[in-house]
C-alpha cells in the first residue's frame, strides 16, 4: 500500500515498479533549516515493505530506537516486530567515542565494521541480497573519531564496497552546510562522488512556508547515455505519508 | 458512540494526571512531556515548552547578555519546581553567586495589575487588533490558566535563598578546568538519576551551561573536544527526564563547528541585541522603545515525529514589561500600508535576517 502523494518521491529516487536500491549508494543532505531525516524514514518503510527477505542494518548516532519506532509505527511500519524477525538490525552507536590517542580509534571504527559484515553473513542466503545498511548521520561519525576525517573515509569506504561484495544498498544522511566553510571537505566531496543516488533537501529561497516544507533535488548517476537524471520538487511532511509537487502544482 | 467517547476520556485522563501529579511537568503531542522554559511567552511559542529528553541551544548575542535572560528564567522555573538544577558556567570561577542573581516569582497582587493594564492596552487598540496576530491574545488569555505549571518572574526581585540552598541546586565552573572530562562525568551522574525506565515522572532535571566554548575557557581551542561532549551530553539527555540548556557564541566559533552545534540542538533560539538609537528600524516597528532585543526560533525539537514545526513568525521581540516581566511578542510593524497581517511578520522576520547575515547565523 502505497501513498499517492509519495508516488513523485519514489519515481524520483528510481523506486516505483519494483525497482530498489540494491548494489546502490544513496546519499542525502540536507540544512540546518531542513531535515532530510525524513527520506531515510520513506525508504526505510520502502524496504520493508517491498520484499519479503529484506533487512535493514541501521547505524542510529543522533536518535534512539523508540524515536525510529514511533515515526515509522505512524506510517505503517512496525520496526519492533523487524527487529524481532531479525529484519531490522539496529547498533545503537549514540554513545560511540574512540579515545583520542593512536591507532585505538581506528579499531573501533574496524569494530563496528565487522560488527556489520557478521550481520550480514549470518543472514540466510536468499536474505543476503536484500540488505540495506542505513547510517542516519555521518558527521557524527568524524565526531566520534575525533575530527579524523582519514579514518572516516575509510569506514564508509569499507561500507560502500558491500554494495558489489553482497549487492547490498547503502544509505547515509549527511549535513551539506557542516561543510561549506571547510577548506577540505574531503567527506561530502568523496561521498557525493561515489554516490549513485544523491537527494539534497533545501529550504525554500522565500522562507519557511506552512505548505511547503521545503524542495528536494534528486540526482541519479546513469552508467547510459544521459549522465545524470535530475528531479527537482517541494515536498511537505505529514506524520503519516510524503507530499511531494513540482512547484505551482498544488492547490 | 461509546468507543469515540472512551476513547476521548482515556485521552484526557491521561493528561490530567499528568499535570495534577506533577505540576512541573505537561504532556505535550507524541508521547513527549514538556517543563517550562519560566517565560509563559516561549511555552506558548515552542508548543508547551521544552520537551524532555531535549537538548536546547541558544545563540549568544556577542554585545549583549540577552541569553543570561533565558536561562535565568529556565533555571528559576526549575528550582520553583522543586527540580534538581545542574548549572556549569564558563564566564564565572564563582558559580554559586549566580544563583543570587535569579528571580523571584511575581507576587499574585501585581500580576492582577499587570493583566488589568494588559486589557487596556487591547481596548485602546481594538480597531488595530487585526495587526496583532491571534499567538499575541491567546498568551494574554492564558496566563491564569498555568500558573502552576509556569510563573512569571520578576527580575528586579532576587528569588529566595531557600531555594536553591539545599542539595537541588549544583554548581560547577568550567573556567579552570583544563578538559570537558569531569564535567560530562557530573553530567552524567546527574542525568542517571532521571533515566527514563519508569512510567510516571517523578521528577525531571535540568541542565543549565553558560557560555559553553568561551575563549577563557583552557579547552576553548579544541573543537573537536568540545563537539564531542555536546555530542555525548545529547545522547545521554535522550534517555532521561531532562532538559539540557546551552548557550555559546556563535561568533567566536569556526563557522562550520556553529553549524555542527546547530545540527545537534533539538531547539535552536538565538538572542540579538537590538541598537540604541536605529530610527529606521524605530520607523518600522510599532512599541521600538520597549524592547530589549529579538529572540529568533530557528528550530523546535521534534522529538519522536518527522513533522517540522512551522512557527507562524520566528522573530520575536523581547520586551520587559515595567522593567520587570519578561514578554516576548510577535513583532507589529507600524500599520502604514494596507497589506494583510501575515505579510508584517514575514516582512519582520526578513528584515531580522538580512541584520543576522553579519553575525553568521
Redesign the interface.
Given at each position: 500500500m502505497e501513498h499517492k502523494e509519495a508516488n513523485l518521491l519514489n519515481e524520483s529516487l528510481g523506486l516505483d515498479s519494483n525497482n530498489n536500491f540494491y548494489g546502490r549508494f544513496v546519499l542525502v543532505e540536507d540544512t540546518v533549516d531542513t531535515s532530510a531525516a525524513f527520506v531515510l524514514h520513506h525508504i526505510l518503510n520502502r524496504t520493508f515493505s517491498s520484499h519479503p527477505s529484506s533487512s535493514v542494518i541501521f547505524l542510529a548516532l543522533s536518535n534512539t530506537f523508540s524515536h525510529y519506532d514511533r515515526i515509522l509505527r505512524k506510517i505503517g511500519c512496525n520496526l519492533a516486530a523487524q527487529r524481532d524477525n531479525n529484519r531490522f538490525f539496529f547498533i545503537d552507536l549514540l554513545m560511540l567515542q574512540f579515545p583520542d590517542e593512536g591507532k585505538s580509534k581506528h579499531n573501533g571504527f574496524a569494530a563496528v565494521f565487522e560488527k556489520i559484515e557478521t550481520l550480514i553473513k549470518a543472514l540466510p542466503q536468499d536474505n543476503m541480497k536484500c540488505v540495506t545498511i542505513m547510517i542516519d548521520d555521518i558527521s557524527f561519525l568524524q565526531l566520534a573519531a575525533n575530527g579524523s576525517s582519514d579514518h572516516v573515509l575509510d569506514f564508509l569506504h569499507y561500507c560502500y564496497t558491500l554494495t558489489s561484495e553482497y549487492g547490498c544498498a547503502f544509505v547515509a544522511l549527511d549535513h551539506r552546510d557542516i561543510y561549506l566553510n571547510e577548506d577540505k571537505p574531503d567527506i561530502i566531496l568523496e561521498m557525493e562522488h561515489l554516490a549513485d543516488v544523491l537527494v539534497k533537501a533545501e529550504p525554500l529561497a522565500t522562507g519557511l512556508a506552512k505548505d511547503v516544507h521545503g524542495q528536494l533535488m534528486v540526482f541519479i548517476k546513469q552508467h547510459g547515455i544521459s549522465p545524470v537524471k535530475i528531479h527537482n520538487f517541494h515536498f511537505k511532511i505529514k506524520e503519516n505519508s510524503i507530499e511531494c509537487f513540482y512547484p505551482g502544482t498544488k492547490i | 458512540m461509546a468507543a469515540t467517547r472512551s476513547g476521548v476520556s482515556s485521552f484526557s485522563r491521561s493528561v490530567s494526571t499528568g499535570t495534577s501529579r506533577n505540576p512541573g511537568v505537561k504532556h505535550g503531542p507524541?508521547?513527549t512531556t514538556f517543563i517550562s522554559s519560566g517565560i509563559p511567552d516561549l511555552d506558548k511559542i515552542l508548543g508547551g515548552g521544552y520537551s524532555l529528553g531535549s537538548l536546547v541551544m541558544i545563540m549568544e548575542d556577542a554585545e549583549a547578555p540577552h541569553h543570561m535572560l533565558l536561562l535565568r528564567n529556565f533555571m528559576s522555573q526549575g528550582l520553583l519546581h522543586k527540580q534538581p538544577l545542574l548549572y556549569a558556567t564558563s564566564a564565572s570561577t564563582d558559580p554559586k553567586g549566580f544563583l543570587g542573581t535569579l528571580p523571584a516569582p511575581a507576587s499574585p497582587k501585581e500580576d492582577k495589575t499587570r493583566h488589568l493594564t494588559n486589557e487596556k492596552d487591547l481596548r485602546i487598540a481594538w480597531q488595530y487588533k487585526k495587526y496583532f496576530g491571534d499567538p499575541q491574545l491567546s498568551i494574554n488569555s492564558n496566563y491564569g490558566a498555568h500558573h502552576d505549571y509556569c510563573n512569571d518572574f520578576d527580575l528586579r526581585k532576587p528569588l529566595e535563598r531557600h531555594f536553591y540552598s539545599g542539595k537541588n541546586a549544583d554548581c560547577v565552573s568550567i573556567q579552570d578546568s583544563p578538559n570537558l572530562t569531569s564535567l560530562q562525568d557530573q553530567c552524567a551522574g546527574f542525568l542517571s538519576q532521571f533515566s527514563r525506565n519508569e512510567a510516571n515522572i517523578s521528577s525531571a532535571g535540568r541542565i543549565a551551561i553558560q557560555s559553553f566554548c568561551s575563549p577563557q575557557c583552557k579547552y576553548a581551542n579544541m573543537?573537536?573536544?568540545m563537539?564531542?561532549f555536546i555530542?555525548?551530553l545529547k545522547?545521554?539527555t535522550?534517555?532521561s527526564n531532562a532538559v539540557v540548556v546551552v548557550t555559546f557564541p556563535p561568533s567566536l566559533l569556526?563557522?562550520?563547528c556553529s553549524?555542527?552545534l546547530?545540527?545537534m540542538a533539538d531547539t535552536?533560539l538565538s538572542v540579538r541585541a537590538i541598537p540604541d538609537e536605529d530610527k529606521e528600524m524605530a520607523r518600522l516597528l510599532t512599541g521600538y522603545q520597549d524592547m530589549v532585543g529579538l529572540l529568533n526560533v530557528?528550530?523546535v525539537a521534534r522529538?519522536?515525529?518527522?513533522?517540522?514545526v512551522?512557527?507562524e513568525a520566528?522573530t520575536f521581540s523581547i520586551k520587559l514589561q515595567k522593567r520587570r516581566y519578561l514578554v516576548l511578542e510577535c513583532l507589529n510593524q507600524a500599520p502604514v500600508d494596507g497589506s494583510s497581517g501575515s505579510s508584517y511578520n514575514?516582512s519582520g522576520?526578513?528584515s531580522g535576517?538580512t541584520k543576522a547575515g553579519s553575525l553568521d547565523f
Open positions: - | 507524541n508521547g573543537e573537536w573536544h563537539l564531542s555530542r555525548s545522547a545521554m535522550r534517555s569556526s563557522p562550520s553549524k555542527r546547530q545540527h535552536l530557528h528550530k522529538l519522536n515525529t518527522q513533522v517540522p512551522i512557527l520566528t514575514t522576520s526578513c535576517s
